[in-house]
């Protein structure tokens, strides 16, 4: 196999895993009603479930393994932990209370926290700057099509299992009917993580230089040239986290929008919304992608980051889709945003690959994370959910939730995505710079 189709062998391997742990996120979507009723929850409860119960490990560990992907073997690392967010899925089949669901979210979320710092790294590795956006565009497609295929496949399990009663599973015993689809979906991150093993760890590129030699980073030296450049770096992460929260916000909430709204069953909802989801992400993850390198090859040092402002200014325009008065009209217009949301996306995180050196690449990334997430995963179900029970006082008034999320995330996202230009550009400058320690 040549370097270039070895290369895109990775691609493909890591994006089955970014996929395989976005199903295993977010399938809680389609089973709200069932989980209220068997554990009786509220609103607010079942959006910490879908957020802030799989946020807070995925965060905090997150940057513990990034750290530990700049000194050490990031494919191995990612092997390890897609091998414990599977078993972890599995264990939800077995749970029978809410602190149980909440603890087994957690460790879903240790173990999916080692995906996407050592896969950045190492595609970062393994493509050269006029490919990079197209390549990490193609390993964030996994995210949008892990969000569709989990309501688009996970709606038709969901409506052919009973719905009442308990059924008996080998070794869990009793488990209510929606317990299962954990067991379905758990299985085939296990077959992705043995098939992990027939690619290496690639070669680390762009490193620091101390006498030219790789230079040996402490945690506060890698911290301090993270953050060398903050005002972009943190305008990045922040931007992105916008998009994230108007993202995660919708992908918990839509279905049971929809049928709370126009009346649809949750399978039926989930099924239309997760074709919306697949077609139109995928649209516009590859297009921010091709976009963001091909402005990068005609010298527009920013363009990777135009592609942002873009993509959050189609979700913000798109605040009056879940006013619309039928079920079809909304799902179709949902493409608009969804395809925004998805564009910026490949072409943000090759952004801050290209302005970090190797042996921080993965921390970098992983804070890059621990802001999207926590802010995307941990708030985006749950201020939706906290606008319906605390604002509008009524569960049936979800498509004003749905609003306000869009005009809140989408008109902060794009104060700071064009704030992001300009420092950006500055530390695209002044790169060469830093990758040579000796006089520093």
Request: glycine share 10%.
């Amino acid at each position: 196999m040549t370097k270039k189709y070895y290369a895109w062998y990775v691609i493909f391997l890591l994006t089955l895993a970014n996929i395989s742990s976005f199903i295993d996120r977010q399938v809680l979507s389609l089973l709200v009603k069932p989980i209220k009723h068997d554990l009786h929850l509220s609103d607010t409860q079942m959006s910490l479930l879908m957020g802030l119960s799989f946020a807070i490990f995925y965060t905090l560990f997150g940057m513990l393994i990034g750290r530990m992907a700049d000194r050490y073997s990031r494919r191995n690392i990612i092997i390890g932990g897609i091998t414990v967010w599977s078993l972890m899925t599995t264990l939800c089949a077995g749970i029978q209370t809410y602190s149980q669901f909440f603890l087994t979210r957690m460790g879903v979320g240790v173990g999916e926290s080692t995906l996407s710092p050592s896969a950045f790294s190492m595609i970062a590795d393994l493509f050269p700057k006029k490919r990079l956006a197209t390549a990490l565009s193609v390993f964030s497609m996994g995210v949008f099509l892990g969000s569709g295929l989990a309501t688009l496949i996970g709606s038709g399990i969901v409506a052919k299992l009973p719905t009442e009663g308990l059924v008996t599973v080998p070794v869990f015993g009793d488990v209510f009917p929606w317990q299962l689809l954990f067991l379905y979906i758990s299985l085939p991150g296990l077959a992705i993580g043995l098939l992990l093993f027939t690619i290496q760890e690639p070669a680390r590129t762009n490193t620091l230089q101390v006498h030219g030699q790789a230079a040996k980073l402490s945690f506060s030296e890698s911290l301090s040239i993270i953050f060398r450049y903050r005002k972009a770096y943190l305008l990045i992460c922040f931007a992105t986290a916008c998009q994230a929260l108007i993202n995660y916000g919708c992908n918990a909430w839509v279905p049971t929008f929809i049928a709370r709204t126009y009346g649809w069953e949750v399978p039926r909802a989930g099924a239309f919304y997760g074709l919306v989801v697949i077609v139109s992400s995928v649209a516009g993850v590859l297009f921010g992608g091709w976009y963001a390198d091909k402005l990068t090859r005609e010298g527009k040092t920013d363009g990777r980051l135009r592609v942002g402002v873009l993509g959050i200014s189609l979700a913000f325009i798109g605040f009056f889709i879940p006013l619309l008065p039928k079920a079809e009209w909304a799902l179709v217009g949902t493409a608009i945003p969804v395809f925004g949301l998805a564009s910026p996306f490949g072409a943000a995180t090759a952004a801050l690959q290209e302005i970090m050196p190797n042996q921080v690449r993965a921390l970098a990334s992983s804070i890059f994370l621990f802001i999207l997430n926590l802010i995307g995963i941990g708030l985006g179900p749950t201020i939706v959910a906290l606008f319906t029970d605390f604002v509008f006082h009524d569960e049936s008034m979800i498509r004003y939730s749905l609003v306000l999320l869009y005009l809140v995330g989408g008109g902060v996202g794009l104060l700071l995505s064009y704030l992001a230009l300009k420092p950006y550009r500055q530390a695209i400058a002044d790169k060469e710079k830093r990758l040579d320690l000796t006089t520093v």
